[in-house]
């Protein structure tokens, strides 16, 4: 290989990197996982804060079944909105579930969602929020919670 052709691999690969680098700073999102502490959300709801504001969430019915609706309460922190949500397996792949909003009162949305069964009888879930604050910012909360068959 000449060093023409090395040089110009060394500029590209430097060049890409530098591409990756700006894209993940320009789309990173600050993730912050169960701010109060190590709340499980079988056990209840659980509290969480976005520029300082306050929030909660919450499943029900509890023990959280599988196959059936499982209901999504979210109190949104002031001036904060709800841009996804969804649940996955962290024990066993079970894909990105979808949490489906179906209705919103200010900043009280109620959504739902439905937990697959499988080979697992013991399951570990986590549910992610992607929220906006009230400055445009995009932010991940999540928390993780069990089924048992």
Not at 12 to 39: D, H, K, M
Request: proline fraction near 6%; glycine fraction near 10%.
């Amino acid at each position: 290989m000449s060093k023409q052709n090395h040089l110009g691999l060394i500029v590209s690969g430097g060049l890409l990197a530098g591409i990756l680098l700006i894209t993940y700073l320009v789309n990173r999102t600050e993730s912050l996982s169960q701010q109060s502490g190590p709340c499980q959300l079988q056990q209840g709801d659980c509290e969480f804060n976005v520029a300082g504001q306050p929030g909660s969430i919450g499943l029900s019915p509890k023990p959280i079944p599988i196959e059936e609706p499982l209901a999504v309460s979210l109190h949104l922190p002031k001036g904060s909105a709800l841009i996804s949500a969804h649940i996955e397996g962290v024990n066993m792949y079970m894909g990105r579930i979808p949490v489906i909003a179906e209705q919103q009162n200010g900043q009280i949305i109620t959504a739902v969602s439905y937990l697959g069964s499988c080979s697992e009888p013991n399951m570990q879930w986590r549910l992610v929020l992607v929220l906006q604050d009230a400055t445009g910012k995009s932010l991940t909360r999540n928390w993780e919670f069990y089924t048992h068959l």
